[in-house]
């Protein structure tokens, strides 16, 4: 139950089960599990259900609800298509999905924390974030209480809401810059001792969580899609999306082709739709003005060993760029069509699926799977309860960044420490 191996993509070389990285180069880490075969287990809950295939010896109390996977009828009537299945990571209690931070983040925590938990070292978790994913890591660590230090830039402080009372062990630091500059405050207190960083795409259990959508849309439409459409900031959900095809083609019950992956980005901040198509970036202000910016990475695992173009090429995809006027006019036909409300960047999908449509890259009869990867806000804020984590401590972008430890690293540790342990 639960058994694998980690094994680098790049030297082939079998690494230590919590490595982020491969001692030898610079590649992507992948889960080789020991189970080939896609077993469901009915008793658990939520996402839980493919424990086999998840880098987990145990489950985390109190978090990990799964997308749910529909076959459409309104915006497949609108777009033309017999066989669209949609993938719905969010808060719509008809449908039963109940993931309460309403995106598939809530996919990437659950299995992370916990694998963090059985590393049973007492290492404090440190994840950089501009809201999804510090709202996701938030309320698992709250599930879990584990101590957890969430570093955000100070526009994503009104974002952090989570359905939970949240956990006293939680310290968030806001750093006065852009997300960039929280991500690079974040790795500095990841280096130091007693910390450490969850890894982002190089984490295996953060995209063998996400991963989860394509078991589980395999699961209702009994087959592999023919087509995968995301909207992608760093592309981990692609590159998920395609190992676990890898798998399920292993299983050899739901077909031998590899879905296509069709991924979208918001342009004109769209350096893997830049740099998949060769055309020439487009200057423009970014993140600011995006339709989504949950879709911004200015670093994505792109030419890396295992990354997003090896997955792109291996799946014969293709990238998009679509505008804020594009997803914004798709949000409005999905939403009256669907009945749900989504997040941007889920529009941002649907306007990559339009296209294809239009262009025929996508023919009426395809099997497709549309990967709504954030929705029902408006619901989860109407029916359920809703905690605003609050800003502990502002930090310099600068802080921690001297070479030698000096007098201000050291009180800002120790203001860290007395935040986690005031409430411990
Ligand atoms: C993070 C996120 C994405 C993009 O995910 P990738 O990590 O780039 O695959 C898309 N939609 C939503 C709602 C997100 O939170």
């Given at each position: 139950m639960g058994e694998y191996l980690?094994?680098?993509?790049?030297?082939?070389?079998?690494?230590?089960?919590?490595?982020?990285?491969?001692?030898?180069?610079?590649?992507?880490?992948?889960?080789?599990?020991?189970?080939?075969?896609?077993?469901?287990?009915?008793?658990?809950?939520?996402l839980w259900k493919f424990y086999d295939w998840l880098p987990v010896k145990k489950t985390l109390p109190g978090s990990g609800e799964k997308p749910v996977t529909y076959r459409s009828e309104g915006i497949a009537r609108e777009l033309g298509l017999e066989n669209l299945y949609i993938s719905f990571s969010g808060y719509w209690p008809e449908r039963g999905a109940k993931m309460t931070?309403?995106?598939?983040?809530?996919?990437?925590?659950?299995?992370?924390?916990?694998?963090?938990?059985?590393?049973?070292?007492?290492?404090?978790l440190v994840v950089a974030s501009a809201g999804n994913t510090a709202r996701a890591f938030a309320q698992?660590?709250?599930?879990?209480?584990?101590?957890?230090?969430?570093?955000?830039?100070?526009?994503?402080?009104?974002?952090?809401?989570?359905?939970?009372?949240?956990?006293d062990s939680i310290c968030v630091i806001s750093v006065k810059g852009d997300y960039t500059e929280a991500i690079d405050f974040a790795a500095r207190l990841a280096a130091r001792s007693r910390f450490v960083g969850e890894g982002g795409a190089r984490n295996v259990a953060r995209r063998d969580g996400m991963g989860v959508v394509m078991l589980d849309g395999v699961l209702s439409m009994k087959s592999l899609p023919e087509h995968y459409f995301q909207a992608i900031g760093s592309g981990t959900g692609g590159i998920a999306a395609w190992e676990a095809s890898i798998r399920l083609i292993e299983d050899g019950r739901f077909g031998q082709h590899l879905p296509k992956l069709?991924?979208?980005?918001?342009?004109?901040?769209?350096?893997?739709?830049?740099?998949?198509?060769?055309?020439m970036m487009v200057a423009g202000r970014c993140p600011e003005g995006m339709y989504d910016d949950v879709l911004y990475n200015r670093k994505p695992p792109y030419s890396v060993k295992g990354g997003v173009k090896e997955a792109l090429e291996e799946t014969h995809g293709?990238?998009?760029?679509?505008?804020?006027?594009?997803?914004?006019?798709?949000?409005?036909?999905?939403?009256?069509?669907?009945?749900?409300?989504?997040v941007p960047a889920a529009a941002v999908a649907v306007a990559a699926l339009q296209k294809a449509v239009r262009s025929g890259t996508v023919e009426k009869k395809d099997f497709i799977l549309l990967n709504i990867t954030g929705g029902g806000v408006s619901r989860a804020k109407e029916e359920l309860d809703m905690f605003m984590l609050k800003c502990d401590i502002e930090v310099e972008p600068s802080a921690l960044s001297s070479a030698l430890p000096s007098p201000s690293d050291n009180d800002l540790l120790a203001e860290i420490f007395e935040i986690l342990g005031r409430r411990s």
């Amino acid at each position: 139950m639960g058994e694998y191996l980690v094994r680098c993509m790049g030297c082939g070389g079998v690494q230590p089960p919590h490595a982020l990285n491969c001692q030898n180069d610079d590649s992507l880490l992948r889960t080789e599990y020991f189970t080939k075969r896609l077993i469901t287990r009915d008793d658990l809950p939520g996402l839980w259900k493919f424990y086999d295939w998840l880098p987990v010896k145990k489950t985390l109390p109190g978090s990990g609800e799964k997308p749910v996977t529909y076959r459409s009828e309104g915006i497949a009537r609108e777009l033309g298509l017999e066989n669209l299945y949609i993938s719905f990571s969010g808060y719509w209690p008809e449908r039963g999905a109940k993931m309460t931070t309403c995106s598939f983040k809530d996919l990437e925590a659950p299995p992370t924390v916990e694998r963090m938990v059985e590393r049973k070292d007492d290492q404090i978790l440190v994840v950089a974030s501009a809201g999804n994913t510090a709202r996701a890591f938030a309320q698992a660590a709250s599930a879990a209480h584990i101590p957890l230090i969430l570093v955000v830039p100070p526009t994503a402080l009104d974002r952090l809401w989570i359905s939970q009372r949240p956990s006293d062990s939680i310290c968030v630091i806001s750093v006065k810059g852009d997300y960039t500059e929280a991500i690079d405050f974040a790795a500095r207190l990841a280096a130091r001792s007693r910390f450490v960083g969850e890894g982002g795409a190089r984490n295996v259990a953060r995209r063998d969580g996400m991963g989860v959508v394509m078991l589980d849309g395999v699961l209702s439409m009994k087959s592999l899609p023919e087509h995968y459409f995301q909207a992608i900031g760093s592309g981990t959900g692609g590159i998920a999306a395609w190992e676990a095809s890898i798998r399920l083609i292993e299983d050899g019950r739901f077909g031998q082709h590899l879905p296509k992956l069709h991924l979208s980005q918001n342009s004109p901040c769209a350096p893997i739709f830049y740099a998949w198509t060769g055309s020439m970036m487009v200057a423009g202000r970014c993140p600011e003005g995006m339709y989504d910016d949950v879709l911004y990475n200015r670093k994505p695992p792109y030419s890396v060993k295992g990354g997003v173009k090896e997955a792109l090429e291996e799946t014969h995809g293709e990238v998009y760029g679509i505008s804020n006027k594009e997803a914004r006019l798709s949000q409005k036909i999905f939403e009256e069509a669907e009945d749900i409300d989504i997040v941007p960047a889920a529009a941002v999908a649907v306007a990559a699926l339009q296209k294809a449509v239009r262009s025929g890259t996508v023919e009426k009869k395809d099997f497709i799977l549309l990967n709504i990867t954030g929705g029902g806000v408006s619901r989860a804020k109407e029916e359920l309860d809703m905690f605003m984590l609050k800003c502990d401590i502002e930090v310099e972008p600068s802080a921690l960044s001297s070479a030698l430890p000096s007098p201000s690293d050291n009180d800002l540790l120790a203001e860290i420490f007395e935040i986690l342990g005031r409430r411990s």
